[in-house]
């Protein structure tokens, strides 16, 4: 059994990661949410927000990471799995993390607006589901706010596009 100390190192190494999938959602556009799926200490797979670029309102960070584990093991149960997300998912995607039955959730920050596991209500750990999620919560959850917070407010200067302005849509030619 890992100890507390380890664990935390390694929550961090983590987290680390996905905050580099959350630099490259915001480099398209997005959102910056990234998110990693991590087995037996070995990364499974990566995500993080594709919804502008791909007009898809399902494709947050945790879903494409989600998908993604599930291909790479070949199996809809992500048993034995920690989900790392920067920031605390929606109800869609606490959602996704009870059917996957992923085991454990480690979240940066809280969203106070619309996070389900654990800000408006706690979807992952609801006594009457059949699967109830550990939560770990604000694992370089500074970092995380800051480049959400940073993000938001270039969004309100004008400063920062989003994804698919100025570009037509992946595959298209403009």
Request: charge should be negative; include cysteine.
């Amino acid at each position: 059994m890992m100890g507390e100390e380890a664990r935390c190192e390694e929550d961090e190494k983590w987290m680390r990661l996905a905050l580099e999938q959350a630099a490259l959602a915001e480099a398209l556009g997005e959102v910056p949410v990234g998110a990693v799926v991590v087995r037996g200490g070995q990364l499974v797979a990566t995500g993080h927000n594709l919804t502008h670029t791909l007009q898809d309102p399902s494709t947050h960070a945790e879903m494409v990471a989600i998908r993604r584990a599930a291909q790479v093991l070949g199996e809809w149960r992500l048993l034995e799995c920690t989900l790392y997300v920067t920031l605390e998912p929606c109800a869609m995607c606490s959602g996704a993390i009870v059917l996957a039955r992923i085991p454990r959730l480690v979240f940066a920050a809280h969203d106070p607006k619309a996070g389900m596991s654990g800000s408006l209500a706690n979807l992952v750990q609801h006594p009457l589901l059949n699967h109830r999620v550990h939560l770990t919560t604000g694992v370089l959850a500074e970092q995380s706010g800051d480049v959400l917070r940073a993000f938001f407010r270039a969004r309100r200067r004008g400063k920062a596009p989003m994804a698919g302005e100025g570009s037509p849509p992946p595959g298209e030619s403009g």
